[in-house]
Structure formats: structure tokens, C-alpha cells
């Protein structure tokens, strides 16, 4: 069992940034894919980022390719996501979730834990 907990979120204006973190507990961090997913409002989940267990692979978007960084941090259990240049379609709600998938993954699917989402805005 593993335990998310994003933060992290909040109001931004269009052109700035925000970084969240996502802080994992009750297994081994490095077990773990790690994925950012976004749900905007009225809209499906959609994937935004992942990074896979060591020797950092990454994967993004292409909404958010060259704006958005994901890294991790896994002595202390931590998954990131750096966010610049943010949009007003970049509003939603983020998750951040684990997978045991043998690669990195964009399909939701195959993300096993979830945390509770932090809500980013961003204002035009």
C-alpha cells in the first residue's frame, strides 16, 4: 500500500509558475513509476508527465513539453513537477500517481495509487 499526498497548488497568473510535490509513504519509493495526471474542469483525466524508477527516463505531453519538468527524489520518497510558462488551459486538477508498470506509462490505467489532487489556476 502506498500513500500520495500532492502539494503544492493554487492561483497563478498566466506566464508564471508553480511547483508540486507529491510525497510518498508505505513502500519503497524506487519500486515506482511515478505519473502527473491533470483533470481539468468538465473535462477526462489526462496524462502530463512521468518518470520512471532510476536513471531518470521522462516522458511529457505534448501540451506541456518544454514547459513542464518532472523529476524525483527518491531518498526522500518525492516526485515533482515543475511547471513554467503556465497557461490558462493548464487550470485543473493534479494528480500524482504510482505505477509497478514495467516502463513508464501515459495510461492511467496502469497507475496503481493516487493521491487526492491539488488544484492549480490559472488566471488570464
Known amino acids: 500500500q502506498v500513500t500520495l499526498g500532492e502539494s503544492g497548488g493554487g492561483l497563478v497568473q498566466a506566464g508564471g509558475s508553480l511547483r508540486l510535490s507529491c510525497t510518498a509513504s508505505?513502500?519503497?519509493?524506487?519500486?515506482?513509476?511515478m505519473g502527473w495526471f491533470r483533470q481539468p474542469p468538465g473535462k477526462e483525466r489526462e496524462f502530463v508527465a512521468a518518470?520512471?524508477?532510476?536513471?531518470?527516463?521522462?516522458y511529457y505531453a505534448d501540451s506541456v513539453k518544454g514547459r513542464f519538468t518532472i523529476s524525483r527524489d527518491n531518498p526522500k520518497s518525492t516526485v515533482y513537477l515543475q511547471m513554467l510558462s503556465l497557461k490558462p488551459e493548464d487550470t485543473a486538477v493534479y494528480y500524482c500517481?504510482?505505477?509497478?508498470?514495467?516502463?513508464?506509462?501515459?495510461?492511467?490505467?496502469?497507475?496503481?495509487?493516487w493521491g487526492q489532487g491539488t488544484q492549480v489556476t490559472v488566471s488570464s
Open positions: 508505505g513502500q519503497t519509493f524506487s519500486d515506482f513509476n
Open positions: 518518470i520512471s524508477r532510476s536513471r531518470p527516463i521522462t
Open positions: 500517481a504510482a505505477s509497478t508498470a514495467i516502463i513508464i506509462t501515459t495510461s492511467d490505467r496502469l497507475y496503481r495509487y
